[in-house]
Structures are given as structure tokens and as C-alpha cells.
């Protein structure tokens, strides 16, 4: 494996999760203003090598994503995380978009029902994941209103199902599903529950970029119904791919890197333990 130094320039950022791994996204796309310009890309980071890179665009728009969170064995999902947002960083990107299949804490809730959150719950252990520590971060609006926007709006023209506009995403460590205790636990406070969002709204705000989640019903929480099928998990799996790629794809499309209308860059503040942390790293 090669590793670069040098980081491609893109506005967006994509955190690929459950709901497009399996379409190779965008490769499979029909999608003529689509063309992917660099595959396989790995780069030096201080946490390690990256996940492998894509480098895309959607018109002039050019996109950088990874599969999975770039989650992979014998790396830590903090790492993991902070690999992916060293590198958006070093490339620019304004714009960071995030999807996956979540379960169920809300008992309203079915399969194949889309949730763009408007806020989240950390119950995750990864509570310190930085790349340097120079900010304080206001986690108002976390998820990006303007993102969040364009999501619904690319939802609803792309599916005919159930689509909740709002609601609260429960982060949890994994790679286990939660316990019944667990989910009833978090019934009244959450939504659903998956175990992406934290840190990555931290590393987003960090780097000033706005971030925003499109999130699929894959399976009912423990308690919630009765025991669910795997089978289920795995038709949504490969069979709704395809429509979430187009999802995303729209939405890139439709916004505006540069244009914000949101205070997502502004929530960032410097710290005022910044001397502290500029003398641990020039020590470190």
C-alpha cells in the first residue's frame, strides 16, 4: 500500500456507512455527472495510514469518501475517525455528509423508515477524540440545518415511504447491539441508536465543516419488537442501495459549499487552554 502526502482538493466529504457499502458507491451509479477521478487512495496521517479514499465529483463538485467510517480491523474506531477527518481537513472540505442503517428506539418507528436527526445522544466511551484540541465546540445545531434541508428534500423526491424530519440520534460503542435494558433505557430520550454519529459531529465541528446524517430503519431495538430477522437486515442491505446513493448524490447537488446560511463554522471557539495545548504538543 502507498501511502501520499499530498491530500486532494474537495468542498464535500462523504462518511460512507451500511447503506451504500454494498453498491461500491457511486461506482454503480447511471448517473452521467457522476465520474469518479481516483480510487484506492491512502494517505499518511499522525493516527496512522487512512482508510482507503475516493475521489469523485457530481458535476464540478468534487467529493472525497470512505466506506464504512473507515472503520477496519486492528485500528480504533477513534482513530478510524480521526484519520477520515485529518483528511477531509487537509483537502478543504466545507460540506461532510453521513449515512447508515440504524435500529429503533421509538416504538412508532418500522423498517425502511428514513430519519434525518436533528440532534444526538453520546453514550459512547470515545469522549476525547480531537485532532488538536485548539477549539471549544458549541454543539448547537450539530446537525447542520441547511444539510438537513437538502437531505429531506432529496429523500422525499427519491422515496415514498415514511420520512421523519427530526428526531434524536443514541450513539452507543458497538460492534454489539444493544441490550434490552439498553433500549429501554433510552426510549424517551432517542430516536434511534447506531453507532457513527459521535465522534464524527465533534471532528466536523472541529474542522468547521458542516455535518449531516441520513439514516435507514434496518432493525428493531431489543424490547422494541419482537426478535427481528437478520434476513430483513440483509434484503434493506443490498436491495436499497441504490435509492440512498441517489439520495446523497441529490443532495450534493443541490447545495452550495461555499454559500453557508448556518453558524456551523462560527460554533467552533478558541480555547482558553490553548497555551496549554500548544506547549503538550510542542513537548510531545
Known amino acids: 500500500m502507498k501511502l501520499l502526502d499530498q491530500v486532494p482538493k474537495a468542498s464535500f466529504g462523504l462518511v460512507g456507512g451500511s447503506g451504500t457499502l454494498s453498491s461500491d458507491f457511486p461506482a454503480r451509479t447511471k448517473d452521467a455527472d457522476v465520474m469518479i477521478l481516483a480510487d484506492e487512495l491512502h494517505f499518511a496521517t499522525p493516527y496512522g495510514a487512512s482508510p482507503a479514499m475516493r475521489l469523485f465529483a457530481v458535476g464540478e463538485k468534487r467529493v472525497l469518501t470512505c466506506r464504512m467510517h473507515g472503520w477496519r480491523s486492528g485500528v480504533t474506531r477513534a482513530d478510524a475517525s480521526r484519520q477520515v477527518f ?88 458497538g460492534r454489539h447491539f444493544e441490550s434490552p435494558a439498553e433500549v429501554a433505557m433510552m426510549q424517551g430520550h432517542a430516536d434511534i441508536v447506531g453507532q457513527s454519529i459521535a465522534p464524527e459531529v465533534y471532528l466536523a465541528r472541529e474542522i468547521g465543516a458542516c455535518y449531516a446524517g441520513l439514516y435507514f430503519t434496518v432493525n428493531y431495538g431489543e424490547g422494541i419488537r419482537r426478535a427481528w430477522s437478520h434476513e430483513d437486515m440483509a434484503d434493506i442491505f443490498y436491495d436499497d442501495a441504490p435509492m440512498i446513493g441517489e439520495i446523497l448524490l441529490d443532495t450534493i447537488r443541490s447545495i452550495d459549499a461555499d454559500d453557508k446560511h448556518c453558524e456551523c463554522e462560527s460554533l467552533r471557539k478558541e480555547t482558553l487552554l490553548k497555551d496549554v495545548y500548544n506547549e503538550s504538543s510542542s513537548k510531545g
Do not use: Q
Request: with cysteine.
Open 86 to 173: 485529518w483528511v477531509f481537513r487537509e483537502a478543504g472540505v466545507r460540506r461532510i455528509l453521513s449515512e447508515g442503517g440504524v435500529g429503533t428506539v421509538n416504538k412508532l418507528l418500522d423498517l425502511r423508515d428514513f430519519l434525518i436527526p436533528d440532534d444526538y445522544l453520546d453514550l459512547s466511551c470515545r469522549k476525547d477524540v480531537m485532532l488538536d484540541g485548539r477549539y471549544l465546540l458549541i454543539m448547537r445545531d450539530a446537525l447542520c440545518p441547511e444539510l438537513r434541508r437538502a437531505l429531506i428534500a432529496a429523500t422525499r423526491k427519491h422515496y415514498g415511504g415514511r420520512i421523519f424530519t427530526r428526531g434524536t440520534y443514541a450513539v452507543t460503542d
